[in-house]
C-alpha cells in the first residue's frame, strides 16, 4: 500500500507546532507568586480562629494580621485564619516559634524559660540531621500557606539567645552563625513556594549595652553581625517597640534609655523609632537591590493594668500609631493582643483591646471591649 507522505509530514509539522507553542507558554508563565499588599499599617495579633475571633478583626478594620505558629502545632493550625484573611484582603504575617515537642527540630533537651512566658529555642542547625529536618519543615510550612502568608518571620526577639532563641549557645558571633544558618533554610524554602513573600528577623527593643546578661545582645551589634552573614538575602526587619524594659505601663515618651543618637540610646521604641530606620538606610545595611529592608513594628503593647488604665493605654497606642503611620519606611503596626491573655495579665501586661470573658474555658475569648477598641478602631 502507499502511504500518504504528505499527510504524515503534515501531521509531524502541527505535532512539533504545539510542542513548541507548549514551552513557549510554559517559559512565559512566572511562577507562583503572592503578595497582598496591606492598604494601610494597622494591624494586631489574632487571638483565636472563633466566628467571634475573625469578625472582631473586620469590625477594628485592620488592613494586617499577625499569629504565631509553633512547631509543635499541626502545620494547617491556621488555615481557617488564613482563609479569612485572603478573602478578606487583609495581609497576614506569621511568625514561626520552635517549642520543645517538636522533636530533631530542637537543637537541645536543656529547659528553656522566659518572662512570664515558656520561652522558645532556636532552630536546630546544630548538626546534618537537624538542618535537613528544618528543611523539610519549612519547605512543607512554606508550600501549605504559599497563596495566603505574605510575611513571615523566623523566630523570636532573636537577640535574647537565653529566653526566645535558646540553643545552648551564648557567644555572640556563634550565635549569629546558628541563627543565619537557620533563617537561610527558611528563606530558601519561603522563596521557592512563593517568590513575592518577604522573610524578617525580629528583634526585642534593645539597642545598646544595658547591663544585660551574657546571651542578651544589643541589636545594635547582632544586626550587624546578621548582615553580615546574610547581606546577599532581601531580609526584613520585625521591631519590638514596646515601652519601657518590661511593658508595665503605656507611656512611652519620657522613657530612660531612649535618647535621639543610635551612639547612646539602650532602648529604641516607639519614642525613638525613627532611630531603627535611620540605622537601615546605611549603605551597608541596604538590601541587595540597594534598596532600604523593609520594616515592621511586628509587637508592641501598651497595658491598661494601671491607674486610670483604659484611658492611658488608648492615648498610647493612638499616639503610637501616629507616630508608626508617619514614618514611611514603616510598613506594619501591630499591637501584641486582641484580647487579654492570662498569662500576660498576671504580670500586669494586660495587652489587649478587650477583656477576656472569663466565663470561658478557652483563654483568650472576646470579652468586653476597652476604650482602646473604639480608638483604634478610628484610627487610619
Known amino acids: 500500500m502507499k502511504k500518504n507522505r504528505s499527510g504524515m509530514n503534515s501531521v509531524r509539522h502541527i505535532s512539533c507546532m504545539f510542542l513548541a507553542l507548549s514551552l513557549v507558554f510554559h517559559l512565559s508563565v512566572p511562577a507562583f507568586a503572592f503578595y497582598q499588599q496591606p492598604a494601610g499599617k494597622k494591624g494586631i495579633l489574632n487571638s483565636g480562629q472563633t466566628e467571634a475571633h475573625l469578625q472582631d478583626l473586620s469590625d477594628l478594620g485592620v488592613n494586617q494580621v499577625i499569629c504565631n505558629i509553633a512547631t509543635d502545632q499541626g502545620i494547617n493550625a491556621y488555615s481557617q485564619l488564613a482563609s479569612y484573611c485572603k478573602s478578606h484582603e487583609m495581609t497576614l504575617t506569621m511568625i514561626v516559634i520552635n517549642r520543645a515537642g517538636a522533636g530533631e527540630l530542637v537543637p537541645t533537651t536543656e529547659a528553656v524559660s522566659g518572662i512570664g512566658a515558656p520561652g522558645t529555642y532556636g532552630f536546630n542547625v546544630l548538626t546534618d540531621s537537624g538542618k535537613a529536618a528544618v528543611r523539610s519543615y519549612a519547605a512543607r510550612l512554606a508550600d501549605f500557606y504559599k ?87 532581601d531580609y526584613g526587619v520585625a521591631w519590638h517597640a514596646y515601652p519601657g524594659q518590661y511593658q508595665q505601663r503605656p507611656e512611652f515618651k519620657d522613657d530612660i534609655g531612649t535618647t ?108 468586653a471591649k476597652k476604650q482602646a477598641w473604639s480608638v483604634y478602631q478610628g484610627l487610619h
Open 147 to 233: 497563596d495566603s502568608v505574605s510575611n513571615w518571620i523566623i523566630g523570636n526577639e532573636v537577640n535574647d539567645a537565653v529566653s526566645w532563641d535558646f540553643n545552648g549557645i551564648t557567644d555572640m558571633s556563634a550565635h549569629a552563625d546558628t541563627y543565619a544558618d537557620a533563617f537561610r533554610i527558611f528563606y530558601e524554602e519561603i522563596k521557592k513556594a512563593n517568590p513575592d513573600a518577604r522573610v524578617f528577623i525580629p528583634f526585642d527593643n534593645r539597642w545598646q549595652a544595658g547591663g544585660w546578661a551574657e546571651g542578651h545582645y544589643p541589636a545594635a551589634k547582632y544586626l550587624p553581625m546578621l548582615n553580615d552573614r546574610l547581606k546577599d538575602l
Open 260 to 367: 535621639e543618637d543610635l551612639s547612646t540610646s539602650m532602648l529604641i521604641n516607639m519614642n525613638n523609632i525613627h532611630l531603627i530606620s535611620d540605622f537601615l538606610q546605611k549603605p551597608e545595611m541596604l538590601s541587595p537591590a540597594g534598596t532600604v529592608r523593609h520594616l515592621i513594628l511586628s509587637e508592641q503593647g501598651f497595658t491598661s493594668a494601671v491607674e486610670n488604665g483604659e484611658a492611658r493605654q488608648a492615648a498610647a497606642i493612638q499616639e503610637a500609631f501616629e507616630i508608626a503611620n508617619a514614618n514611611p519606611y514603616i510598613e506594619g503596626f501591630y499591637l501584641t493582643r486582641q484580647v487579654d491573655a492570662a498569662s500576660q495579665v498576671a504580670i500586669n501586661c494586660a495587652f489587649g483591646l478587650r477583656y477576656r470573658d472569663e466565663s470561658q474555658a478557652i483563654d483568650e475569648m472576646p470579652g
